[in-house]
């Protein structure tokens, strides 16, 4: 089937351009259904995405990449889409992500342009009608860990007291997440999703955009799932995030110790979140790599458990759990 798909996307994305002929090569696929193919002919190259409406929210894509555009935020053109089929046209932003050409010495440069476009959608992006970071859905990804990583991945059952425990972490991230000014947050803002480009960077991967908390970026951004930095670096970028953020308007806190608190424990809820999904898409999916990852999101936790005593309890209860593990 997934053959199948490809043929028929590839075909029409050809009908569309009036190709006859062309090349094709498969781009690699992220966590999610969709794929993606670069077709060239002559000299010019497209991206044809792969959008199973079964699994794949195609207007999300459509509606947020828009508003970006309308920004003037550097994301794919929308040349043509099939929304029945699950099909869209899209500019080619390239082959080299931020991930790829990230060092020591080029981290400066491509972060403050990074930032840059950061302050630009949560400056100039509508929200209007975007979904809300509420406690709901915080509360929904903040499940992924004991549902997905600690039950399949540790085979590990809380006890009830444990469990109180949870409940009570959870509280303390989901009113820090929301006791933040909300902004138009991508949700995903991490260089795996930051294409070299010009105007640098490109912005990709940005359906599951929504109005949330302002740091919930920021740290997408430094405390990534696939690179990691020193942590004074981490907190000086993030620094300087915040003073950019209130030269531009942006009610960034006032405050540099309250700010790096909060950009602290709006982490821990996300690497929480991204270390179930990464389970999730080992065992209800099949793609086992992702899960080599989770040894960073745990220094991750660990330094922020170490410098935030409001969730010491979340370290005793992971030191219990992983005790208690037995991995699958």
Known sequence: ????????????????????????????????????????????????MDAPPEHENLDAFIDVGQRLERAGVHVPHQIHADRERGFMLLDDLGDQPYHHVLDDDSADALFHDAVETLIRFQTRASTSGLPYYDAGLLLRELALFPDWFLAKH???????DELDAWDLVCATLIRWALDQPQVFCHRDFMPR?????????????????????????????????????????????????RLRALD????????????RRTCDLMGVQRHLKVIGIFARIRYRDGKP???????????????????????????????????RARTA
Do not use: K
């Open 1 to 48: 089937m997934t053959d199948e798909r490809r043929r028929q996307a590839e075909q029409w994305a050809a009908e569309q351009l009036h190709w006859d002929e062309f090349d094709s090569n498969s781009i690699s696929s992220d966590a999610s259904f969709r794929r993606y193919y670069r077709l060239a002919h002559e000299g010019r190259t497209v991206v044809v």
């Open 193 to 241: 999703n930051l294409m070299l480009a010009n105007p640098n960077p490109g912005v990709i991967d940005f359906q599951d955009a929504v109005v949330g908390p302002i740091s919930y970026d920021p740290v997408c951004l430094y405390r990534d799932a696939f690179l990691s930095w020193p942590t004074q670096r981490v907190d000086e970028w993030l620094e300087t995030y």
């Open 248 to 259: 531009a308007g942006l009610p960034a806190p006032e405050s540099a110790d309250l700010w």
């Open 289 to 323: 790599r992702y899960l080599e990852d989770t040894p960073r999101f745990f220094i991750y936790l660990d330094e922020a458990i170490e410098r935030n005593p409001e969730i010491a309890e979340l370290g005793r209860l992971l030191a219990s759990w992983r005790r």
């Open 154 to 160: 540790w085979q590990v059952e809380p006890t009830d």
